[in-house]
Structures are given as structure tokens and as C-alpha cells.
């Protein structure tokens, strides 16, 4: 059982309680991004275990047909056993996510995002990431930092790619001579990431974002450029914006929705990663 402040961020313990999480969403106007808690595995079994549970999961999600995909890290399915591990996790995933099981009404299959954790895994994840939005036609999307010196330029290379990218501010605590340390610098950076994205990009932008500033950025970006986007919050933050968001023509609103066991490994590494997540969680929980 999920104690209370977990259960402010965590749909639940079991793919059921994550996909009812989903429909309660839809009903609402709000799609879900499913994450299955896990992560920097040092050996393969659970790497593998992990994998074939969102190969599940993508079937799942179709059967019900529930407005949903889903979001993968790196180090959950095998990056910190060795590349090709996560290469073969990851090709699992993606071609369960395009098979016929997981292929809803519309004939297009589920959705897989692929998180981007610390500088460490950076090329890795992108490579990854080329690879299969070409291999799917732009199935597949990637997240991106803005608070590495070197997103910027990260960019210009996906452009041209089919598939989403999310921009987010960045959680990991990175050294300085590789990101922007100071708040202004980072929001400054976003401004200038999410601006490009809107001019370059054809397949969409991901507004990884609980910022009324960015958000309202990103309205007018769209307004000029009218490029599609979607604007990604967590679960258990500003949730009733979420929601008023979800009432716009012209904006697709997303929920990242983690769940499963690992619940407490998972505050507990956001909370020691940086200082400032746990104040983050705290005003979610006052503010929501």
C-alpha cells in the first residue's frame, strides 16, 4: 500500500491501478505517459524483466484502447550492463509498441518515449533514438535538457528526424563546466531551446514543463509558427491546471504517470539527486 505522499505522485503498484489512472485521465481530456518505476539495473535479469513488462504494457494500453504511450529509461532496461543490452531491451519494446497487439483502432501502434538521464547517457539515448524514429516512421520520442550546454546544438541534429522531443528544464545535478547552474540561466536556455524547436521542427514539440511561464511561451510560439505540440506534466502537479489546459483546442495535454514497487528508491534518488526536488515535491503537495 502506497503511504500518503507517494500516492500523490505514484498511480499505484500494479499495471491495473496505472491503466485505471489512464481511463479516470482520458475521461477527462488528458492522455497518460506510463512509467514503470526501475532503474540503473547493474545485472540483466531485471533489466529483461522490466522490458518484457512494458511489452505487456503496450498491448495492454491498446486493448483497452486508452489514450496512452510510453516512457523508458535507459539505465531500467540495461544501459548499466552494457550497451548492447539496452539496444536489444529497447528493439524488444519498440517492436512489441508497432506490432499488431499493440496497434489500436487508428492502425497506429502505442507510443514509446525514451527518458534522457545524466551527460553519461546522453549519446547513447540519442543515438538510440535515431535509429528507431526512422525505423517507425516517428513512433518513438526522446527527451531533452535544457540545462546542458550542448542541448542546443543536440537540436539541430533531431530536427530533421521524424518523432517528438521533450524539452525539460533538467533534474540531475550535472557539473558545471557541462550545464547552466543558475535558475535564470536555465529558464533563459529553455526559452531559446523551445523557440528553436517551433521553427525547426515539422512532427511536434513536447512541452516538458509546470512552468505558467514556459506553458504560455509555448501558446504563442504555436500561435506564430503553428507547429503541433503537447504540453507533459507529472502526476500529483498542478493537476487542476492540467485539467483547465486539457479544455484548449489547440493543445494536447499529457500526465507522466510513474508506478510499481519501487516507489520509495524512486523519491528517494530524486530527492538525492538534487536538494531542490524535494522542495518541488513539497509546494506540489501544498499547491496542487
Known amino acids: 500500500m502506497l503511504p500518503p505522499i507517494a500516492s500523490n505522485f505514484v498511480a499505484g503498484e500494479t499495471p491495473d491501478a496505472a491503466l485505471a489512472h489512464v481511463g479516470a485521465l482520458n475521461d477527462r481530456g488528458v492522455a497518460g505517459i506510463l512509467n514503470l518505476l526501475g532503474e540503473h539495473y547493474e545485472e540483466r535479469p531485471p533489466a529483461d524483466a522490466d522490458a518484457d513488462a512494458y511489452v505487456d504494457l503496450v498491448e495492454a494500453i491498446a486493448d483497452r484502447d486508452l489514450d496512452a504511450c510510453v516512457s523508458v529509461k535507459s539505465s531500467q532496461i540495461g544501459l548499466d550492463v552494457g550497451d548492447e543490452a539496452f539496444r536489444e531491451n529497447l528493439a524488444r519494446i519498440v517492436e512489441a509498441a508497432n506490432g499488431p497487439a499493440a496497434t489500436g483502432p487508428d492502425g497506429t501502434g502505442t507510443f514509446v518515449w525514451i527518458d534522457m538521464e545524466d551527460h553519461e547517457t546522453t549519446d547513447v539515448t540519442l543515438d538510440a533514438f535515431e535509429r528507431h524514429a526512422v525505423e517507425t516512421d516517428g513512433n518513438v520520442g526522446v527527451c531533452v535538457q535544457a540545462n546542458l550546454k550542448r542541448t542546443r546544438e543536440d537540436l539541430e541534429r533531431l530536427a530533421d528526424l521524424p518523432g517528438k522531443v521533450r524539452l525539460v528544464k533538467g533534474a540531475y545535478d550535472e557539473p558545471a563546466e557541462l550545464s547552466y547552474k543558475k ?18 521542427f515539422d512532427d511536434g514539440v513536447a512541452v ?81
Not at 535558475?183 to 525547426?200: G, I, Q, T
Not at 484548449?248 to 539527486?273: H, L, M, N, T
Open 183 to 200: 535558475k535564470a540561466r536555465v529558464d533563459e536556455s529553455y526559452r531559446e531551446c523551445l523557440a528553436y524547436m517551433f521553427e525547426a
Open 208 to 288: 516538458g514543463s509546470h512552468d505558467p511561464a514556459m506553458i504560455e511561451y509555448a501558446a504563442e510560439l504555436h500561435a506564430e509558427h503553428g507547429t503541433p505540440y503537447e504540453v507533459q506534466m507529472l502526476t500529483g502537479v498542478r493537476e487542476s491546471a492540467q485539467f483547465e489546459l486539457a479544455g484548449e483546442d489547440d493543445v494536447a495535454v499529457y500526465q507522466y504517470i510513474p508506478y510499481g514497487s519501487k516507489w520509495f528508491s524512486y523519491f528517494y534518488r530524486r530527492i538525492r539527486e538534487r536538494k531542490s526536488n524535494a522542495l518541488f515535491a513539497l509546494r506540489a503537495i501544498v499547491g496542487n
